[in-house]
C-alpha cells in the first residue's frame, strides 16, 4: 500500500492532532485502482514553516487553514500555484466564505473543507483528492506513452468496434423488422452471428485492458510463487471450448514443482494468449503442443502449432504493438494486433525472452524463457 504524505497547515494543535489522527488510520481504495492508499501526516503551524517544509520533501496533499499568522492561507497558495508545485490542496477554514472559496479556487484549490468538520467530511474530501491523484498520475503516465500510442489505441478501438457493432445493428434490425417471417428458429443463424460478432468485442476489450495494465500496473505487491504447470491446465480448459469447435488437438506436457515468481495474472496472459493465436491460426484437424519444464535455471514454456505459419518478414513484426498479420491465409481471424506485444512486454518485465520459429503451411512454435522460482 502506498503512503501519500499530508501536510497539514493549522494555528491550531488540536486541528493538526486530530486531523493527524483521522488519516493515519485510512485508507482509500477505488475498484479501478490496483493499490490502496494510505497516509503519512505531517503537520505546520504557520504559512512560512509550511514552505519551509514543502522545499525539503515536497507532500503530495496539503490541507491548508486560511487564517494563519504572518502568510494566510491564500497566500500560501498562490506560492504554491506561482512555483508550479505539484501539490494537492485543500483549504479549511472557519471562516467559510463564498468569495474566499471562489479565490482558492481560482489559485488551485482542489477542495474547500470549512470548520468544523466531522472525520466523515474530512474522510470523504480526502477520498476525493486521492482518486483525482491517481487520475492525474494515469494521465502523466499516457502522456509520457506518447501521442503516437494514443493514437494508435484509440485508431484501434475505434476501428475494431466500428464493424461489429454495424454488423450487430444490422442483424438485430432483420430480427426486429421480422425479415424471415415469425419463426424464432428462422433467426437461430442471425443470432449466432450476433454472439460472434459480441464475443470479438469482449475479446478486443480485453486486449484492451491487458495492453493498459501492463504498462502502467506496478506489480512489486503482486508478485508471488506461481506453479506454472497448473496455470498451463487452467489456460488448457478456458481454450478447449474454441478448440473442438475447430477440431483441433491439444496436448500438454508439464513437469511437476515448475515455479516462477511473477504475478498470476501475468502467466494466465501469457498462456491464455499463445494457446488462443495457436487455434485460431491452425487448420481444420490440427494440432497444439504445451509443454512446461526446468531447464537449468530456467522455465521454458513452449506452444507448438501445425497451423498455417508464418514467414520471415511477418516474425520481424510480430510482437509491434497493433500489428496484425493480414494475407490470405489470415482473412476472416480477429483480433487486436496487441497480443503477442503483451506476451513480449511480460517476459521483459521478467527478465526473460522469448523465441519463434515459424514456416508457412507448416506451424509455429512460441517458447518462453523465464528464470525459475
Known sequence: MEKLKILVVDDEPGIRSGISRILSSHTVSFPFMDEDYGFDCREASTGEEALEMVASDLPHIMLLDNKLPGMDGIEVLQV????????????????????????????????????????????????????????????????????KIRYQFLSVLSHELKSPLNALEGYLRMIQEKDLGDNLDDYREILGRCFQRVEGMRLLIMDLMDFTRIRLENREERIERVDVAERARMALSTIRPLSIQKNIDIGLTAEDLVFVNAAPNDVDIVFNNLLSNAVKYNREGGEVEVSVRKEGENVVIRVRDNGIGMNREEISVLFNEFV????????????????????????????????VESEPDRGSEFRIILPAG
Open 324 to 355: 496484425r498479420i493480414k494475407n490470405s491465409r489470415t482473412k476472416g481471424i480477429t483480433g487486436s494486433g496487441l497480443g503477442l506485444s503483451i506476451v513480449n512486454k511480460i517476459t521483459e518485465i521478467y527478465r526473460g525472452k522469448i523465441q
Open 80 to 147: 504554491i500555484q506561482e512555483s508550479k508545485l505539484d501539490i494537492m490542496v485543500a483549504m479549511i477554514t472557519s471562516y467559510a466564505s463564498l468569495e474566499i472559496a471562489a479565490k482558492a479556487t481560482d489559485d488551485g484549490a482542489r477542495d474547500f473543507i470549512p470548520k468544523p468538520f466531522t472525520p466523515a467530511e474530512l474522510k470523504s474530501s480526502i477520498d476525493l483528492i486521492a482518486k483525482q491523484l491517481f487520475l492525474k498520475r494515469i494521465t502523466r503516465s499516457m502522456k509520457e506513452e506518447g501521442k
